[in-house]
Structures are given as structure tokens and as C-alpha cells.
């Protein structure tokens, strides 16, 4: 189910179709833990009337990150296809009422930040830009956190998803375009179905990948991360085993309510196991990637390793785990993405974006 429009103003919506942008817009998850001030709610607001016409190719990188720029404001954006928006050049082009746009990635940027104030981008200068390719930590240890930040958020997602169905008591959802209770459930084992994959490709990177190179580097060191991985099968089964029961039942019985709760139970283990390895990961074990020394190229190697591992999740299931991040961030994982694949895939894999 895609959630890319979610980015859009909606008047009601149900707690399942919020994504982390929306979390900035309604100001309940800010920068630095503060609240969002008065001034930058009613700047989101009028961005929210702004249309943006976006000129390219849907193979374009460049147009890929624009299009999460604009996403990040809560500007509604509108993709036309085109190979050569720009006068015969490639270079993609914004329209904005009577304003037309084009120039470098961060010249645009900076144009998109000044034009659309809230939420900021943080628009880096070529000098810093420079300074973060001479970071020390390795790319796939960054790829994985990102990784860990949208299937965070999406296990988060589907604990309010249940949580709001069981306070409906089987009533439908006050956005029509969810469905009766049964359709709603058809979406839900959906969802949940994507993310299952990519909870299987994760954890069958680092075990066949990352866990390997440091198991070289000092043997046991992996052995907590691998048990981890095989104590939540179960309870990631029986999920979705419960939301296949849930799915046929009559949504007013009790049996209906009693099988919600369960569910509900199971999801938020899922939530909290998987919220605890995670930070035992990025804490404890992955920053050990960087005692391990690879240089460049081995890097390079290792990340394209990962990616092919995760060969689903960088297919089809792409959209899904963007959605799970920020548009600051999915522009980072699309930098990480880009370094490791031919023209081809990438140009395949960029027109899921904008599909």
C-alpha cells in the first residue's frame, strides 16, 4: 500500500496512514525534543496550498531528491515525465505558479529550503559535503541504521493500526477510502507482509554478510545477535498467523475483539524485542565494523553484498522502506543505493519512486 500521498493534506485520517512526516507537520515529534512553534505550524500550512509541477526523467537522481525535498515540506508535488524538461537538457526543472526553477543539486535545494522555510532541510554546502565523504563510518553500518530506523517505524505503525481497530471495536475506519473492517484487515495483512520480508532480508544480510566479517575479526562476538534473530520467529509467525484468523471472523463477535488483543500483545513483543536489538546493534556491536578497517573499495563490496542479499527489499519493497524514513534520510539511503549499482538497476529502482 503505497503512502507516498500521504504526504498530502488530508482532513481525516486514520491512524494507520500517518508517516513519519506527518509526525513533523502535526508537531508531535520535533527537532531537539522541542515543540514546534506557532510560526513554523502556519508556514506548514500554507505550503500545504502550494503545488509544485517537477520536470524530468523518472530514471533522474537528481529529480528523485528533489521530490523528497519537496515531500519533506508537505508540498504537494506533481511528477511530469520528461527526458529533456530543460531545453533540451536533462537537468530537471520546478514549476512553481509562474516561477521556474533549474541549476545544481544544491542550488535547487537551497532555493526549495528559502522558497518552503519549515521543516528545514539542513541543505549541506559543497565543503561540507565534502567533509561527511571522509567519514569514518563504514557504509553499511550507516545502510543498516536506516534500516533499523524504517523498520522501527513501521512495526510502530502497525501497533496503532491494532491498537485503533481494537478501540473501533470492529466499527470501519473514519477514512472511507480504508474500507469496511474486512478490507481494512485485507491492508493490514498486507502491510504487515511487506515488512515481514524485510525483517527476513534483514536479518539474512548481517547473518550471511555482516556477522561474518566480525565473527572473523573475534570469534562469539555475533553469537547474542544470531540467537535474537531466531527467538523472534515465532512470535513474528504468529502474528501473522493472528492477522489471518482476524480476517475471517465476524467483525462484532468477541472472539473478534479477544483475537485483537492478542494480536495486539504479540506486535508490541515484536516492537519491543526488536526496538532492543537494534539499539544493542548500532550501541554494542556494529561500530566494531570500523576496528575492522576496510578500506574503500571492500566497503563498496560489502555494502553491494548486503543489497543483493536484500534483493526484495530493493525491488519491489522499495517505496516501503523509504516510507519508513524522513526524506532527509531516504535521500541518504538513496546516496548509500546509488554508490553500489549499475545505471541500470539504479534507473529501474528510481522509477519505483515515481511510479
Given at each position: 500500500m503505497k503512502k507516498w500521498n500521504c504526504f498530502r493534506k488530508k482532513s481525516k485520517k486514520s491512524t494507520a496512514e500517518i508517516v513519519p512526516h506527518d509526525v513533523i507537520l502535526n508537531g508531535t515529534t520535533t527537532t531537539n525534543g522541542t515543540a514546534a512553534t506557532a510560526a513554523a505550524a502556519a508556514a506548514v500550512v500554507s505550503t500545504q496550498s502550494s503545488t509544485v509541477r517537477l520536470y524530468g526523467s523518472p530514471t533522474s537522481v537528481i529529480a528523485a531528491y528533489f521530490r523528497f525535498a519537496l515531500?519533506?515540506?508537505?508540498?504537494?508535488v506533481r511528477f511530469i515525465p520528461s527526458d529533456t524538461p530543460n531545453f533540451g537538457s536533462d537537468a530537471p526543472v520546478l514549476q512553481i505558479g509562474s516561477e521556474t526553477v533549474s541549476g545544481s543539486r544544491e542550488t535547487v535545494l537551497r532555493y526549495i529550503d528559502?522558497?518552503?522555510p519549515h521543516p528545514p532541510l539542513g541543505v549541506r554546502s559543497c565543503d561540507e559535503e565534502e567533509e561527511e565523504e571522509e567519514e569514518t563510518t563504514p557504509l553499511v553500518v550507516r545502510a543498516i541504521a536506516l534500516q533499523h530506523k524504517s523498520i522501527t517505524w513501521h512495526?510502530?505503525?502497525?501497533?496503532?493500526?491494532v491498537e485503533d481497530l481494537a478501540t473501533r471495536g470492529g466499527k470501519g475506519s473514519v477514512d472511507p477510502t480504508v474500507g469496511s473492517p474486512r478490507m481494512e484487515m485485507k491492508k493490514l495483512a498486507r502491510s504487515y507482509s511487506e515488512l515481514l520480508?524485510?525483517?527476513?532480508?534483514?536479518?539474512?544480510?548481517e547473518e550471511r554478510v555482516v556477522f561474518p566479517i566480525l565473527e572473523r575479526a573475534d570469534r562469539g562476538m555475533c553469537k547474542a545477535a544470531n540467537e535474537e534473530h531466531a527467538r523472534d520467529l515465532p512470535i513474528m509467525n504468529g502474528i501473522k498467523e493472528g492477522i489471518k484468523s482476524i480476517g475471517v471472523m465476524d467483525s462484532g463477535s468477541p472472539d473478534y475483539q479477544e483475537a485483537l488483543s492478542n494480536l495486539s500483545t504479540r506486535?508490541?513483543?515484536l516492537q519491543e524485542n526488536s526496538k532492543q536489538h537494534f539499539m544493542e546493534e548500532d550501541k554494542d556491536l556494529l561500530p566494531f565494523m570500523e576496528a575492522v578497517e576496510?578500506?574503500?573499495e571492500q566497503q563498496k563490496r560489502v555494502l553491494e553484498q548486503c543489497l543483493d542479499v536484500m534483493q526484495g527489499t530493493h525491488s519491489h519493497l522499495f517505496n516501503f522502506l523509504l516510507e519508513g524514513l524522513l526524506p532527509r534520510e531516504a535521500m541518504q539511503y538513496l546516496?548509500?543505493?546509488?554508490?553500489?549499482?549499475d545505471r541500470e538497476r539504479t534507473a529501474s529502482t528510481l522509477k519505483l519512486i515515481v511510479d
Open positions: 515531500l519533506h515540506k508537505g508540498v504537494s528559502a522558497r518552503f512495526v510502530e505503525r502497525l501497533v496503532r493500526w520480508e524485510v525483517l527476513l532480508e534483514h536479518a539474512q544480510m506486535l508490541k513483543s576496510l578500506n574503500k546516496d548509500l543505493f546509488i554508490s553500489c549499482n
